[in-house]
């Protein structure tokens, strides 16, 4: 049984680097997901995740770069679909020699092929953000928060989970209308 040790609203000074998905329907049987980084308060050096969707629903068709790495170089890209498992494998990275980014702006869009109606959700895996210092190192309190979204729907909700391995405290957000949040930490 969880037992909360505490409730809290997070503060932007105190939260910890969040990336997170929106999504917009375009020309009728597309959806654009853009994954998004905000509060990097350490400098970036790459992100990598898996990005899990309904294969039954969705097809890739595309991924285009943010512009959030390209404010420190020319960062190198890959991006794999991987057929019948349903999965985007992504990753970029900027060179030892080019300014890391901090703050906030957008990794990444990629435009999906709607081939059945219903909600679409998305799910990150093996997600990492790295940082170099003296040599590539995973930043801790990264958030990634999972996304759903349906054609019509006005409102989305969103539902975080983190486990910090370096110390075992659990974590949960959830973001009901993309303005209020609820934030809980579980020792």
Same mark, same amino acid.
Request: proline share 3%; aromatic share 14%; net charge negative.
């Given at each position: ?58 097809? /890739? ?14 960062? /190198? ?12 494998? /992504? ?52 958030? /990634? ?43």
């Amino acid at each position: 049984m969880f037992q909360f040790e505490s409730l809290e609203a997070t503060s932007f000074d105190e939260a910890p680097t969040r990336v997170y998905l929106n999504g917009e329907f375009l020309n009728g049987d597309l959806l654009l997901i853009s994954a998004e980084i905000e509060n990097a308060q350490v400098p970036v050096l790459g992100t990598s995740f898996h990005l899990k969707y309904d294969e039954n629903k969705l097809k /890739f068709l595309r991924y285009e770069p943010g512009g959030f790495l390209e404010q420190g170089g020319d960062p /190198f890209y890959l991006a794999k679909d991987i057929e019948n498992e349903g999965k985007v494998i /992504f990753g970029q990275t900027l060179r030892n020699d080019d300014r890391f980014p901090v703050g906030e702006g957008d990794l990444v869009q990629f435009t999906f092929q709607i081939e059945e109606e219903g909600i679409f959700a998305f799910e990150f895996d093996r997600e990492v953000v790295s940082s170099l210092d003296e040599v590539r190192q995973d930043i801790d309190d990264v958030i /990634f928060e999972d996304f759903s979204i349906e054609r019509g729907s006005d409102k989305e909700s969103v539902f975080a989970s983190k486990l910090d391995i370096n110390t075992g405290e659990k974590g949960f957000s959830f973001n009901f209308d993309g303005k209020n949040k609820i934030v809980i930490s579980i020792r």
